[in-house]
């Protein structure tokens, strides 16, 4: 089975503070890994995906597969990155979230 | 313009009422899916489906069901809506293949059911 893990529920860091936000899942194939986000009063969006290794906002994440994570990391936390977070994982059709971790940057 | 659409936004019904939950989506996409909920807490994958003629379960039982005549159209029905169903109802679409397969999600239905 598929699982998702975001063992965090809550991360408050300060302004200009590194900010990690942790992933980690199962899966016994080769997974599609995503973070999406939820603003407040916005739709759930994506944020990146792990097969684009591309940086977004100035977050990146990188799969591990040995340790089967997805951490979510940027070096200088802004007020505007206040948001939920999700971690998703896309395999044998369904896409699967985690818990989410809210994160509060506070100036 | 391209969007993924849901209604109504919020809902207010009487236990034992019958009540369709709608998504549209006009992306062009082939995969659909239904999550539930509860405001700042997990996203649950109640169905989901391939395309036309298809639907599946998802993780989270429901006694919602969920129908895919069309590509563009999947409605969410409850046949007799309970209190424990009060939550909020996201619909989402992604392309089945490609580089860009991540879901769009819709504004979301929140549902109280008194």
């Known amino acids: 089975a598929q699982r998702v893990t975001q063992p965090e529920k809550l991360l408050s860091v300060f302004k200009g503070a590194p900010v990690e936000l942790k992933c980690n899942y199962s899966y016994s194939g080769s997974p599609e890994l995503f973070w999406y986000v939820q603003y407040s009063r916005q739709r759930l969006q994506l944020l990146l995906r792990h097969i684009s290794r591309e940086s977004i906002k100035g977050f990146t994440a990188d799969l591990n597969k040995g340790e089967t994570s997805f951490h979510l990391k940027k070096p200088f936390a802004q007020e505007e990155d206040s948001a939920m977070y999700y971690c998703?994982?896309?395999?044998?059709?369904?896409?699967?979230f985690g818990a989410g971790t809210q994160v509060v940057v506070t100036p | 313009e391209a969007d993924i659409y849901q209604t109504p936004r919020y809902l207010v019904i009487g236990t034992g009422k019958k009540i369709t939950l709608e998504c549209s989506q006009t992306?062009?996409?082939?995969?659909m899916y239904w999550y539930q909920q509860d405001p700042g807490m997990e996203l649950h994958l109640i169905h989901y489906s391939y395309g036309v003629n298809s639907t599946e379960k998802g993780d989270l039982s429901s006694e919602s069901t969920v129908s895919r005549i069309r590509t563009e159209h999947f409605p969410l029905t409850l046949e007799s809506a309970r209190p424990s169903h009060t939550s909020q109802y996201l619909c989402?679409?992604?392309?089945?293949?490609?580089?860009?397969?991540?879901?769009?999600f819709g504004q979301g239905t929140r549902l109280t059911v008194v």
């Open positions: 992306m062009g996409h082939d995969k």
């Open positions: 989402a679409s992604s392309a089945y293949r490609g580089m860009n397969t991540e879901a769009f």
């Open positions: 998703a994982l896309r395999g044998w059709g369904k896409l699967q």
